[in-house]
């Protein structure tokens, strides 16, 4: 699984995401499991990743629901506009870390 941008936060236009999206994450006992970045726009106050978790499992199978939801800042883009994928790269090494 690569990085894909979380395309039901933009359909479903959550009123509290900029943009967000989804990596696979290396998981013992699965293999891999999903879990999304959000940024969250700034005047928006009180959301937790509860909140956006239970939010996905009212419109997404459960299969594409994320397991984690980490807020960031901004999310890693090149010079025009797309998703770097440092985002994989930094959760695989803190895997290895951890092992």
Do not use: N
């Not at 959301?47 to 419109?59: F, G, M, N, Q, T």
């Not at 960031?72 to 998703?83: C, I, T, W, Y």
């Amino acid at each position: 699984m690569g990085i894909r941008f979380y395309t039901q936060f933009r359909k479903e236009e959550h009123p509290a995401v900029i943009s967000a999206c989804v990596v696979g994450v290396p998981d013992e006992k699965v293999g891999e499991r999903i879990k999304a970045f959000a940024v969250l726009k700034e005047d928006v106050k009180g959301v937790s990743a509860y909140d956006l978790l239970k939010w996905c499992r009212e419109r997404l199978a459960s299969y594409k629901v994320p397991q984690h939801i980490e807020f960031r800042d901004m999310l890693p883009k090149s010079k025009v506009g797309k998703l770097r994928c440092e985002l994989r790269a930094e959760e695989r090494k803190r895997f290895e870390k951890a092992e």
